[in-house]
């Protein structure tokens, strides 16, 4: 019960890992109750036990101070701050439209809306937003859209394509690399990409095209580990998470694997991972021809086209190769023309047309030509 109740999301975010390993030997301890939901009402439940709870595991387990990532995502999962340590954010207040002019404001009294249509500790404020879209290249008609993801990965906009690059490389990159991309873009179109290619080292499309599962999941595992040792947290779970659920998902369906990858790069593209898994994405691509791809589709056809133009070429090999025996047999007495049965279409007796005595221009023994003679039925 302790594991199900500090594995759940709160807020929209998760406890990190190592802050769940330390923290659940200890509540288990201070746990007690005879069944699930009195073990649940022996655990904190105000964000300010949840916190006091969580620094007496790490200090008991580690006896270091948190990482300031590591408090600030409990903070945020207990509901007492959503911007890791300090005091709590000012109040949320609405996004002027875009458009608009007004931009980004805050101020006391000012209400308590999110950007994004909900309120509570689940989301930045404005002011917090404004900080995180800083130096991230998007266009007005997709600001809203890049606050929902911001709120969803908890990273600036900055660090979410970065994120977004190194999914498609399998690498992390330098801040600088990612700065003058746009939010939204194709990332294999870049130049990182590009001389990624050109150098030979397989990016996420090569695998998703070469349909190997295990360098799908060494790709991800990969690229998981980098982050963490970057000490670059956040990132590292939203890249483990991702795989996790999606290779769980499609256990056993390879084929509805790729084709699921395929369209979920394509449709969050430049976007980091704002959604682990997309239930819509998988229902409405395994109602396609059995889960098969345009692409698969297409190389179908042509497979098919290529076994028919090779099926002509061998009927029109076996329709000459039976002329040629035809013409053998013509000419080669006690084969298979000479067997029992046969006819001759002149006369109609037991022996070729070419050795027949009634058919015209025919020399008997003597050198004389024998006429042919036209015989009618009545005659």
């Known amino acids: 019960m302790v594991k199900a109740v500090v594995g759940e999301k709160r807020y929209e975010t998760y406890l990190h890992p190592i802050l769940i390993g330390h923290a659940v030997p200890y509540l288990v301890e201070l746990a007690y109750g005879e069944n699930a939901e009195e073990v649940k009402a022996s655990l904190p439940s105000t964000g300010s036990e949840w916190m006091e709870s969580f620094n007496e595991a790490w200090k008991s387990g580690t006896e270091k101070v948190m990482p ?3 408090l600030g995502r409990a903070k945020t999962w207990s509901g007492i701050s959503v911007i890791g340590a300090g005091t709590p954010p000012p109040p949320l207040i609405n996004v002027a439209a875009p458009g608009s002019g007004a931009g980004f404001s805050g101020g006391a009294g000012a209400g308590v809306t999110t950007s994004t249509g909900t309120s509570g500790a689940g989301a930045y404020n404005d002011i917090t937003l404004a900080h995180m879209l800083k130096d991230l290249v998007v266009s007005d008609h997709d600001t809203q859209k890049a606050i929902s993801d911001i709120n969803a990965q908890r990273i600036t906009g900055l660090r979410m394509m970065g994120l977004g690059l190194a999914l498609v490389s399998g690498f992390v990159h330098p801040a600088g690399e ?3 991309l746009r ?3 194709d990332m294999r179109l870049c130049s990182v990409i590009r001389q990624q290619r050109k ?7 090569d695998i998703i095209k070469n349909k190997s599962r295990r360098e799908l999941a060494l790709h991800y595992s990969r690229l998981a580990k980098e982050y963490n040792d970057r000490h670059m947290i956040e990132e590292a779970t939203l890249v483990s998470q991702f795989w996790a659920e999606t290779g769980a998902a499609f256990e056993g369906d390879d084929t509805g694997l790729f084709v699921y990858l395929s369209e979920w790069m394509r449709t969050y593209a430049g976007r980091g991972i704002p959604k682990l898994l997309d239930t819509d994405l998988i229902l409405r691509h ?3 021809a059995g889960g098969a791809s345009s692409s698969d589709l297409k190389k179908l056809e042509e497979a098919i086209k290529g076994l028919q133009s090779k099926l002509n070429t061998a009927d029109s ?5 039976a002329k040629r025996v035809t013409r053998a047999e013509s000419k080669t007495h006690g084969g298979p023309s000479d067997l029992k049965g046969k006819s ?13 005595t009634q058919k015209k221009g025919h020399k008997g023994k003597g050198g004389k030509e024998t006429e042919v003679i036209d015989v009618t039925d009545d005659e």
């Open 183 to 185: 939010y939204g873009s």
């Open 344 to 356: 001759c279409f002149i006369c109609g007796g037991d022996h070729l047309a070419k050795d027949c």
């Open 199 to 205: 150098a030979g080292v397989a990016t996420l499309d």
């Open 286 to 288: 395994r109602k396609e």
């Open 317 to 321: 090999k076996s329709a000459e190769l």
């Open 178 to 180: 990612s700065a003058e």
């Open 68 to 70: 300031g990532l590591i």
